[in-house]
């Protein structure tokens, strides 16, 4: 059966008014939450607002999120670097660049330490690809960093927004098995992408799956109420072979019933 997490800081009330961000006073928290509401794993999230306390920055803090993943039973198996979001890589030059191509490097090594198999790398918002001197951009970063996650034994999972063939001739130019490909069904909607044509184009590199619904062209809406027809297209990864895990990003519900709102989520996918 395909394991069912949670994206970091969905079981908790928004702080500062975000919808993704790191719990900083929370986070341990979540993982009892996680484990009541039914879900497998959590995915740590490391981003700007909550980078000063998260705990994956030390050993220290590494090992009490391995003493709570056995305590719950809840994985750790993922990270979603959100922090290059809010700093994209095609928008610096220079120094500027350097630097954030040295933060995913201790990113990966971070992970490493605390046994995470994977960090996802977005490439999305401000920072999609949208000309050829951000695709150069994108392949420099990876080609850079690629040693270090081989070394390391993490792979690389991109979140982009490219069409299908674009999406697999990009791929194409890496030709690394360390990079793999994340898949977000809300995204692919809004954008209007066909999941036949995504899995043609790059399905036997899907190596984890994000779960959201959104209006196609528009945002994020509760799941089973916009167009990313969730049941068409999480059957069609899994007829295609998937066996990863499935990650709810889901659009949040009302502040102080996150628990409930988790359950009513994890129940619209596994039913």
């Given at each position: ?10 079981l908790s009330p928004p702080e500062g008014g975000r919808v993704q961000f790191f719990p900083r006073h929370r986070w341990q928290e979540e993982f009892a939450l996680a484990g009541e509401a039914g879900?497998?794993?959590?995915e740590w999230l490391y981003d700007t607002w909550g980078q000063e306390y998260n705990p994956i920055a030390t050993d220290e803090g590494a090992r009490a999120i391995d003493l709570l993943s056995r ?201």
């Amino acid at each position: 059966m395909i394991p069912v997490g949670t994206m970091q800081g969905r079981l908790s009330p928004p702080e500062g008014g975000r919808v993704q961000f790191f719990p900083r006073h929370r986070w341990q928290e979540e993982f009892a939450l996680a484990g009541e509401a039914g879900f497998d794993r959590i995915e740590w999230l490391y981003d700007t607002w909550g980078q000063e306390y998260n705990p994956i920055a030390t050993d220290e803090g590494a090992r009490a999120i391995d003493l709570l993943s056995r305590q719950t039973g809840v994985a750790v198996t993922s990270l979603c670097a959100h922090y290059f979001v809010e700093h994209p890589f095609v928008k610096a030059g220079g120094s500027d660049l350097a630097d954030l191509v040295l933060k995913l490097e201790w990113l990966i090594h971070r992970c490493a330490v605390a046994g995470i198999e994977y960090v996802i790398v977005p490439f999305l918002d401000d920072g999609a690809l949208m000309n050829e001197d951000h695709e150069r951009c994108a392949l420099d970063v990876l080609r850079h960093s690629l040693p270090v996650a081989t070394r390391h034994a993490v792979e690389l999972h991109l979140e982009m927004s490219l069409a299908p063939q674009a999406y697999s001739l990009f791929l194409e130019k890496l030709d690394a098995p360390a990079i793999r490909v994340t898949y977000d069904t809300g995204n692919s909607a809004a954008l209007g992408y066909d999941i036949a044509e995504e899995i043609a184009a790059y399905g036997s590199q899907i190596g984890s799956v994000h779960i959201k619904d959104r209006l196609r062209g528009g945002r994020s809406v509760p799941l089973a109420t916009g167009d990313a027809s969730l049941s068409h297209r999480l059957g069609a990864l899994l007829a295609a072979g998937y066996s990863g895990t499935f990650v709810l990003e889901a659009a949040r519900g009302a502040a102080g019933d996150e628990l409930a709102w988790a359950r009513r989520n994890l129940a619209v996918v596994q039913g």
